[in-house]
T-cell receptor, first 111, second 112 residues
Framework: QKEVEQNSGPLSVPEGAIASLNCTYSDRVSQSFFWYRQYSGKSPELIMS????GDKEDGRFTAQLNKASQYVSLLIRDSQPSDSATYLC???????????FGPGTSLSVIP | EADIYQTPRYLVIGTGKKITLECSQT?????MYWYQQDPGMELHLIHYSYGVNSTEKGDLSSESTVSRIRTEHFPLTLESARPSHTSQYLCASSRTGYLEAFFGQGTRLTVV
């Protein structure tokens, strides 16, 4: 079992819709969770971080964390074509003091 | 401005050559990482460092080596480049604790 798992996609949504991206992790004691966006040929850039159970909102982005279910998600409201990218879930915990990335979910927002 | 820098951005080199990819950060981060990523594929951790004189191998076996003599500098070296080393190499850094990693712009390596 991989430490961080995501659906590879591609996930296609129409412009203006809500895109929902999911991630599960295996280390129960993980403490920090991140969502990165990576455009083709570019480096990952951090868009959200979340540390406690519940929702965290930042503009059109909402990160949701459920530690009991070992599940973290990212919602993108009012999706725009510029949101088309690969979204990487990353986890950092006490059992491994490094950031572990999932394989990424490719999102395509159709105009 | 605090940042993380990688040089060169692009490198095309012949088989058998020795190469060093540079990574420097001005953010005062103690942890640094090297990831390898093929086009359209996932990130693989190949090396990381907790601080000066600390280096560890990552989850993906790599023929490269790293050193950490200064906090801000984490170079990666390939003693004898091969076509199988063709890939994008991404350097990142983070502070101790549960904080996020920041990435450099990457080095795209092509070995011919």
């Amino acid at each position: 079992q991989k430490e961080v798992e995501q659906n590879s996609g591609p996930l296609s949504v129409p412009e203006g819709a809500i895109a929902s991206l999911n991630c599960t992790y295996s280390d129960r004691v993980s403490q920090s969770f991140f969502w990165y966006r990576q455009y083709s040929g570019k480096s990952p850039e951090l868009i959200m971080s979340i540390y406690s159970n519940g929702d965290k909102e930042d503009g059109r982005f909402t990160a949701q964390l459920n530690k009991a279910s070992q599940y973290v998600s990212l919602l993108i409201r009012d999706s725009q074509p510029s949101d088309s990218a690969t979204y990487l879930c990353a986890v950092r915990g006490t059992s491994y003091d490094k950031v572990i990335f999932g394989p990424g979910t490719s999102l395509s927002v159709i105009p | 401005e605090a940042d993380i820098y990688q040089t060169p951005r692009y490198l095309v080199i012949g088989t058998g050559k020795k190469i060093t990819l540079e990574c420097s950060q001005t953010m005062g981060h103690d942890k640094m990482y090297w990831y390898q990523q093929d086009p359209g594929m996932e990130l693989h951790l190949i090396h990381y460092s907790y601080g000066v004189n600390s280096t560890e191998k990552g989850d993906l076996s790599s023929e490269s080596t790293v050193s950490r003599i200064r906090t801000e500098h984490f170079p990666l070296t390939l003693e004898s480049a091969r076509p199988s080393h063709t890939s994008q190499y991404l350097c990142a850094s983070s502070r101790t604790g549960y904080l996020e990693a920041f990435f450099g712009q990457g080095t795209r390596l092509t070995v011919v």
